[in-house]
T-cell receptor, first 116, second 111 residues
Framework: NAGVMQNPRHLVRRRGQEARLRCSPMKGHSHVYWYRQLPEEGLKFMVYLQKENIIDESGMPKERFSAEFPKEGPSILRIQQVVRGDSAAYFC??????????????FGSGTQLSVL | GQQVMQIPQYQHVQEGEDFTTYCNSSTTLSNIQWYKQRPGGHPVFLIQLVKSGEVKKQKRLTFQFGEAKKNSSLHITATQTTDVGTYFCAGLSGSARQLTFGSGTQLTVLP
């Protein structure tokens, strides 16, 4: 059973470039969450998506950041015109959300973004 | 908005000592989950608590959910070096559609 797959594992970008982070949820999961983690800090929620829909993007900066989860293919977190402050680990998680009880999250191994 | 506070931020213990981390929410939670992240790794689900006053055990780990469903704790008895990592609580409340994570407690176990 493949878990949550994220790629690339490490991504180096220069200031002003674009970063694209990919996440394939676990088989059968239709809910994807993106979190950002700075060294020795907690997980900051960014965005929650279902297939073809953004459910909650309250944690995602309105400028330069976007996310999608198309009908086919992985979820993409896109950061345009990266700045040094975007350097962080970005984790994707997936779940099967049923009713009002939040199911547990399965996390990917993360993408470490470094902006030079 | 919902806030989840976790203390302590860091804890160093000698192997064999006990360890406890505490989680407090600004709002009543419908459930709380606990995750463990090993150094350099990703968070891994440990357990979910739903009922007021609930207590669950996993070997040396004991999880509690407060009566008011606003706080929780994780207690590890007789720590081992394999317990090293950061422990996060994560809560869901009200109309929130996603979990709010605490800041985590980083546990170091000295051999």
């Amino acid at each position: 059973n493949a878990g949550v797959m994220q790629n690339p594992r490490h991504l180096v970008r220069r200031r002003g470039q674009e970063a694209r982070l990919r996440c394939s949820p676990m088989k059968g999961h239709s809910h994807v969450y993106w979190y950002r983690q700075l060294p020795e800090e907690g997980l900051k929620f960014m965005v929650y998506l279902q297939k073809e829909n953004i459910i909650d993007e309250s944690g995602m900066p309105k400028e330069r950041f976007s996310a999608e989860f198309p009908k086919e293919g992985p979820s993409i977190l896109r950061i345009q015109q990266v700045v040094r402050g975007d350097s962080a680990a970005y984790f994707c998680a997936s779940s099967t959300f049923q009713g009002n009880t939040n199911e547990k999250l399965f996390f990917g191994s993360g993408t470490q973004l470094s902006v030079l | 908005g919902q806030q989840v506070m976790q203390i302590p931020q860091y804890q160093h213990v000698q192997e064999g000592e006990d360890f406890t981390t505490y989680c407090n929410s600004s709002t009543t939670l419908s459930n709380i989950q606990w995750y463990k992240q090993r150094p350099g790794g990703h968070p891994v689900f440990l357990i979910q608590l739903v009922k007021s006053g609930e207590v669950k055990k996993q070997k040396r780990l004991t999880f509690q959910f407060g009566e008011a469903k606003k706080n929780s704790s994780l207690h590890i008895t007789a720590t081992q070096t394999t317990d090293v990592g950061t422990y996060f609580c994560a809560g869901l409340s009200g109309s929130a559609r996603q979990l709010t994570f605490g800041s985590g407690t980083q546990l170091t176990v000295l051999p």
